[in-house]
């Protein structure tokens, strides 16, 4: 079974420029995440979705990012314009639904903003 | 914000020794779930344990749980070198894997 699959794997663009990341989660995992981790911290959630539907995108900083999930199957997380501090590893991950399910990770996608 | 917050940040030993990573949450949980990050990769699910659980096993890993402390522990026996890694405790303070709020995590290194 394929994994959590996300590209690019690398991305460096120079700030003020757009930039998009693509995930595509388990088959059959209802739930999606973006989470942002900055090099030696933790995790940190963006958004998750249930199907098609945001549920909590309490930390994504609206004014920047968007991320959309149309058919409730793969999703892409969008930055414009880039800032240095964006400059991260942006993990995808899906897990199926119910409770006391784990989340599976993608390798992530690493942005550098110059 | 981070919920969960590991101790130590760092921690070295030899290969064969045991390694115990701590963990203190903030908040009232569903479950606790561990998870190893490799250098430059993903974060691999370990071991979940339930709010109702004391204590779990698998493999070489030992994680307890203490919901009146709110602290868990994760006991790596026998220590090798492929465990060097990143370890990370996320607080489950919804149903499933909703609300997964990940500390800062402790980096092991297994000296051969």
């Known amino acids: 079974e394929a994994g959590v699959v996300q590209s690019p794997r690398y991305k460096i663009i120079e700030k003020k420029q757009p930039v998009a990341f693509w995930c595509n989660p388990i088959?059959?995992?209802?739930?999606l995440y973006w989470y942002r981790q900055n090099l030696g911290q933790g995790p940190e959630l963006l958004i998750r979705?249930?199907?098609?539907?945001?549920?909590?995108d309490s930390q994504l900083p609206k004014d920047r990012f968007s991320a959309e999930r149309l058919k409730g199957v793969d999703s892409t997380l969008k930055i414009q314009p880039a800032e240095l501090g964006d400059s991260a590893v942006y993990l995808c991950?899906?897990?199926?639904?119910?409770?006391?399910?784990?989340?599976?990770f993608g390798q992530g996608t690493r942005l550098t903003v110059v | 914000s981070q919920q969960g917050e590991e101790d130590p940040q760092a921690l070295s030993i030899q290969e064969g020794e045991n390694a115990t990573m701590n963990c203190s949450y903030k908040?009232?949980?569903?479950?606790l779930q561990w998870y190893r990050q490799n250098s430059g990769r993903g974060l691999v699910h370990l071991i979940l344990?339930?709010?109702?659980?004391r204590e779990k096993h698998s493999g070489r890993l030992r994680v307890t749980l203490d919901t009146s402390k709110k602290s868990s522990s994760l006991l790596i026996t026998a220590s090798r070198a492929a465990d060097t890694a990143s370890y990370f405790c996320?607080?489950?303070?919804?149903?499933?894997?909703?609300?997964?709020?990940f500390g800062k995590g402790t980096h092991l290194i297994i000296q051969p």
């Open positions: 979705y249930e199907n098609e539907e945001a549920v909590d």
């Open positions: 996320a607080a489950n303070s919804g149903g499933g894997a909703d609300g997964l709020t």
């Open positions: 991950a899906s897990s199926p639904y119910g409770s006391n399910t784990e989340a599976f």
């Open positions: 088959s059959g995992h209802n739930t």
């Open positions: 344990i339930r709010s109702n659980e």
């Open positions: 908040t009232s949980i569903n479950n």
